[in-house]
C-alpha cells in the first residue's frame, strides 16, 4: 500500500513538472545585430515571446527583461541596465525579406506528388499565388522584399526593393526547369540568398519554401556546377553565413500530408532564429506567410552594451519574467577581437607606436608615388564565384565592357548570372569622368545601383567579383574606341 501511495505522489509531482513546463512563456533571439559593436560597444537583439498556447505577447514591458552575457556559454555575467526596449521597431524601421521559392522539377507535380499538366494543380502554383497575397498585405512603405528562386541554379529575380507591383511581376520570371535544371541544390543556393541580403542592415530575414530534400547538382549530374564546381554544401554552411551576417531563416516544408521534406529544414531554421512550418495546401500556406509577418512584426528590439570580455564570439541570454513564470533562452554571435584585449592599466609606451605611425603617414605625404598607377582603372579584389580574365582593368578607352563573352574587356566565366554585357563603363572627356552602367542593380559600395559617376574608391560588386576603382593621377585623352 505505501508503495503504490509513493508512485501516486511520484506521479503527481511529475504532472505538475509537466504543467509547469507547458504552461511557461517561450523566448526566441530571432536575430542578433553586432553591425555597431565596434563602433559604440552596442549589441541588438530581436526578441519574440510567446505564452502557452503559443500565442504572442505584445505587451511586455522593459522592466520584464533581463540580458546576460558569457564568452563560453557556461557563466554569464548580468547586464546592468538595457539601454533600450523597443516594441514596434520593425514597424518603424521597415524590414528586409527574399522571397526564397523552390523551381525544381517536383514543384511541377500536384499535392500528391503526382505529375500532372494541370497548371492549377501544381504546387508552384500555390507558391506564386501565397507570395502575392503575401506581396499584398505588406503595407509598410519602409519595408524591402527580394525574390529569387532556385532548383540546380540560384535566380535573383530582384534585390529587396520597397516597389512590391514590381516583384509581383518577376514572379512570372520563374518558369519551368529543363534538363540539368531540375535539382534541387538547397543549400548550396540558401548561402547565395545569404550573401544577396548580407550587406542590407536592420532586420533581415529569408522565406525558404521547399517541397524536397537537398540533392546537389555534381552528384547528380556529374558534372561540374557552374558556380560550385565540384563543391557540395552541407547544411552548417548557410547557417554558418546567417549566423555570421544576422539573418534568420523561416523554412517552409510544402508537400502532401506525411512528407518530411528535407532532413535538415528544421535546424536550419532554428540554428539562425528563424521557425520552422508545415504546408499541405493553399490556404495553410498562405496563412503561414502571413503567420511569418506576424511574427517578425511582433518581435521587440533589445539594445545594450556589450561586456568587454575578449572572445571571438560570445553567449547573449535573454530572461523574460511575467506572473512569477521565466523563460529564458541564449545564442552566440560573433565579436571580434581586431581592437585587442581590453587594457588592465594604460602604459605611456602605448603612445609610440601610434606617434611612429602619423610620422610615418606625414613622410609618405611628402613622397610622389612612383608606382601610382597614370591612368584610371579597376583592379579585382575578390572573386567569390567563377573565373576573371585579368585581376587588373586599364580604363583606357571611351568603353569598357565587364560581362561573360570572350569579346567583353574583362570577361567573367563560371557565373550564371553575369551578362554578355553586364557593365559598361564610359568616359566623359570633357567632364573627366566615369560613368557606370550596368544591366541590373548591382552593389556598388553596399548600395544597389544600375548607375554611377564613379569616384574613387568605389567598390563595385558584379556578381562574385568585388573590384575597386581607382581614378590614378592623371587621365589621359581618350580614343574613340
Known sequence: MRIIIMTVKRFACLILMLASIVSAQSVRIAQIDNSSLLLNQKVKLYINITDREGNLIKD????????????DGNDYTPIPGIAKVESKANYVQGINLILLLDNSGSMYRDMSGARTTDVDSMRITFAKRAARTFLKSVTNPKDRIGLASYHSFYTSHSSP????????????????PQGDELHTELYGNLYLAVDELRNIRGRKAIILLSDGENSPYYP????????????????????????????SVFAINFGKLGERGDRNLTRIATQTGGIRYDAHNQEELNMIYGAIMDQILNEYLLTYKATMSPADRKYAKVKYSQDGQEAEVARFYFSSTILGTPLEKLSPLLLLPLLVAFLLLWWLSRLKFERQRPGASLEVLTT??????????????????????????MTILGDPEIREHHVTITYDEKKRSYTLIADVEISINNKRLRTKVLEPGDVIDIGGT????????????????
Do not use: W
Not at 511586455?60 to 564568452?71: G, I, K
Not at 568585388?466 to 574606341?481: H, I, L, M, R
Open 220 to 247: 547528380m549530374t556529374k558534372k561540374e556546377h557552374p558556380r560550385f564546381g565540384t563543391k557540395i554544401f552541407t547544411y552548417e554552411e548557410p547557417v554558418a553565413y546567417c549566423q555570421q551576417e544576422g539573418i
Open 60 to 71: 511586455a514591458t522593459a522592466d520584464r527583461f533581463q540580458v546576460f552575457e558569457s564568452v
Open 384 to 409: 567569390r564565384i567563377g573565373k576573371v580574365s585579368t585581376r587588373f582593368l586599364p580604363l583606357d578607352s571611351a568603353r569598357t565592357v565587364i560581362g561573360r563573352t570572350t569579346d567583353a574587356n
Open 466 to 481: 568585388k573590384t575597386v576603382f581607382d581614378e590614378g593621377f592623371s587621365s589621359p585623352d581618350k580614343d574613340s574606341a
Open 161 to 176: 526593393t520597397r516597389d512590391k507591383v514590381l516583384i509581383e511581376r518577376t514572379l512570372n520570371e520563374i518558369t519551368q
